[in-house]
Nanobody
Framework: QVQLVESGGGLVQPGGSLRLSCAAS????????MGWYRQAPGKQRELVAT????????NYADSVKGRFTISRDNPKNTVYLQMNSLKPEDTAVYYC?????????WGQGTQVTVSS
């Protein structure tokens, strides 16, 4: 049973930073492409960033390029999302995703609120 558990969300002022973590268990973490997605109220879930199994390649949504950084630590079975220069429009529930072919697993989500 694959489990993904996110942490690190919270309330932050505009311009601030947060680091999200996603710890995986029940699987061989290093074989999965890992990603972060987010869903704001009334909107569809959208891709934020992905990272390949080795960590050698990353991909970002245009809206977060230059502000967010995805990374992974395979020995620790953990993927991170460093979020800097946060904006109110970054407010959403952030979900961790593990993908391998057609197989996908999701975490329960962590709330990020950017507000003064």
């Amino acid at each position: 049973q694959v489990q993904l558990v996110e942490s690190g969300g919270g309330l932050v002022q505009p311009g601030g930073s947060l680091r999200l973590s996603c710890a995986a268990s029940g699987t061989i973490f290093s074989i999965y492409i890992m990603g972060w997605y987010r869903q704001a109220p009334g909107k569809q879930r959208e891709l934020v960033a992905t990272i390949t199994s080795s960590g050698g390649r990353t991909n970002y949504a245009d809206s977060v390029k230059g502000r967010f950084t995805i990374s992974r630590d395979n020995p620790k079975n953990t993927v991170y999302l460093q979020m800097n220069s946060l904006k109110p429009e970054d407010t959403a529930v952030y979900y961790c995703n593990a993908a391998r072919g057609s197989l996908q697993h999701w975490g329960q989500g962590t709330q990020v609120t950017v507000s003064s």
